[in-house]
């Protein structure tokens, strides 16, 4: 039977000669007769190792497929979004979901979150604090095995997983994940795939809070900036502002995102910025405007754009300042652009910046009450300003006449005061 096989085997073609070297068997020629029985009869056993160690290889690449694909989908995820609790939150929920928990808990000073899976009970916090001479989320590598003990005997002998997530520099918090017993321990990949997630997580949240105080920096000079504006004509003091608290509450009933309203909010503030090229005489001229002064102080617009155009974050806000003078029907100005060719962020200005006009008071004539402005506003839809815009904002201002929101009896008291309904 050996030398039946011996020669079976000398004659296998080049492809069986590659596989069974693959599988640790030499080649039949060249070992005693018995030898290669013995190897041949070994080699089921070789073959279902060899099956095994394929079917566990297999699985470690779906698992790690599935963690590249949680940091893929995070990146999408939070590549628009601007809440940081939002981010937090959903973060947190991915990461259970890749690392397979069965619960995830956050634990930042003495709150404990769960933000993942069922309950499994309470976190001893204060053994949590005890064990680490620092902030919860910075428990050092030497106390983290007996934490990770601690934990495991808290919850039934569930396995543990801790990882850290700093979303500033005085904001580090302890995650700690939790697998039933009785289910697979976490292991190198795990433990790979959780701190690349919640480095990149924080990393997301750090950038965040450096753009919100960016954008809180910026507000506060745009604000200035407005300040200056209104200063230059006095009959107009707080029409800046006004007109960007009225724009973020219109695009707020329309439905726009976040970062859209800010830009709004901003794009009020800013949209006579131009004024700071027109005369002192003009702004404050108490009797009508000759042709060309008027068409002195239409030029704001441009001038409003001219500087507003180099920075390259305020794109959508130049052009609202260059377009909150075009009228629905194409007859305002400086281009005459009509419907939908004006920018949406120019068509919520021209509503809200004819009302706050129309009750502001100037030397030639007296403010319009809240009411009377309205009824001039709605006129206007279709002609001055886009009709179903106009019907947003009408129907807004007389919910919060009937509600009074403080910011808007702080925004428009003097209104409310002169018509003795404050």
């Not at 002998?157 to 918090?173: I, M, Q, T």
């Not at 997301?204 to 960016?214: Q, S, T």
């Not at 745009?222 to 509450?249: C, E, F, K, P, Q």
Request: glycine share 8%; charged share 25%.
């Amino acid at each position: 039977m050996g030398d039946r096989l011996a020669v079976d085997v000398s004659r296998a073609s080049d492809d069986a000669r590659r596989a069974l070297a693959a599988l640790g068997v030499s080649p039949a020629e060249s070992l005693p007769p018995a030898a290669s029985a013995f190897q041949l009869t070994a080699l089921p056993a070789r073959f279902d190792d060899f099956i095994s160690a394929t079917a566990a290889l297999q699985h470690e690449l779906a698992r790690s497929y599935q963690h590249l694909s949680a940091v893929f989908e995070i990146t999408e995820r939070f590549s628009t979004e601007q809440d940081p609790q939002r981010i937090e939150t959903d973060l947190l929920a991915r990461y259970g979901v890749m690392l397979e928990a069965d619960a995830v808990y956050v634990v930042s000073g003495r709150r404990c979150t769960l933000t993942y899976g069922e309950s499994r009970g309470d976190l001893p916090i204060e053994t949590i604090r005890s064990l680490s001479k620092t902030p919860a989320g910075a428990v050092s590598r030497e106390t983290s095995e007996e934490l990770t003990r601690t934990l495991a005997r808290t919850f039934a002998g569930a396995h543990v997983l801790l990882g850290r997530l700093v979303a500033g520099e005085d904001d580090a918090k302890l995650v700690i994940a939790l697998r039933d017993a009785g289910r697979t321990a976490f292991d190198a990949t795990d433990r790979l795939a959780s701190e690349t997630v919640l480095v990149y997580g924080g990393q997301i949240l750090r950038n965040l809070a450096m753009v919100r105080r960016l954008e809180l920096s910026a507000l506060q000079t745009v604000s200035a900036l407005a300040n200056a504006i209104d200063a230059r004509d006095r009959y107009t003091h707080g029409h800046s502002r006004r007109v960007g608290w009225l724009a973020r509450r219109v695009g707020a009933e329309i439905g726009l995102t976040e970062s859209r309203l800010q830009e709004l909010e901003w794009a009020g503030l800013l949209h006579d910025i131009g004024k700071i090229g027109v005369s002192e005489s003009v702004l404050n001229k108490p009797g009508k405007l000759t042709d060309d002064e008027f068409e002195h102080v239409k030029s704001h617009t441009r001038l409003g754009y001219e500087v507003l155009r180099p920075v390259s974050s305020l794109e959508a806000i130049a052009e609202a300042a260059l377009f909150h003078h075009e009228n629905y029907d194409g007859s305002g100005y400086p281009t005459g652009l009509r419907g939908a060719e004006i920018p949406l962020v120019a068509r919520i200005l021209r509503v809200v910046d004819t009302f706050d006009a129309l009750t502001s008071t100037r030397a030639y004539r007296s403010g319009l009450s809240i009411e009377a402005a309205l009824k001039v506003v709605a006129r206007g839809a279709g002609g001055a300003t886009e009709p179903q815009l106009t019907w947003v904002f009408v129907g807004l201002l007389r919910r919060m006449l009937r509600e009074r929101p403080p910011d808007f009896v702080r925004e428009f008291g003097h209104l409310l005061e002169a018509s003795g309904a404050a």
